[in-house]
């Protein structure tokens, strides 16, 4: 699975962003898809995913009511539209798959096979 991730750039707080996450190689049945994040100096971590088969989310309580995950199943795409951006949402944004993700492991980096190449968000104050 090859996945590119775009539509970064940077933004005032309190904008607008969305991300988009392209795959291909393979459909994305029975996958689970996450979005991460990295700051400067600081470890990987996440910010959403969904599981692609019963489309069900999960999210950072960091970001919960301001970002959303949505996927469109003919595209092969997952989106993460991000909104009432803050300063400390600045990093590189990255999406991931894996197969057969349970429910529980989402949130967990090294369940996730196959990663993006990143796209930088930039929030400014």
């Known amino acids: 699975v090859q996945l590119q991730a775009f539509g970064g750039g940077l933004v005032q707080a309190g904008g607008s962003l969305r991300l988009s996450c392209a795959a291909s190689g393979r459909t994305l049945v029975n996958h689970g898809v996450g979005w991460f994040r990295q700051a400067p100096g600081k470890e990987r971590e996440f910010v959403a995913a969904?599981?692609?088969?019963?489309?069900?989310?999960t999210y950072d309580d960091a970001v919960k009511g301001r970002f959303t995950i949505s996927k469109d199943n003919a595209k092969n795409t997952v989106y993460l539209q991000m909104n009432n951006l803050e300063p400390k949402d600045t990093a590189v944004y990255y999406c991931a798959t894996g197969r057969g993700i349970v429910t529980s492991s989402l949130g967990n980096v090294r369940a996730y096979a196959y990663w993006g190449q990143g796209t930088q968000v930039t929030v400014s104050s």
């Open positions: 969904l599981k692609w088969g019963g489309g069900s989310t």
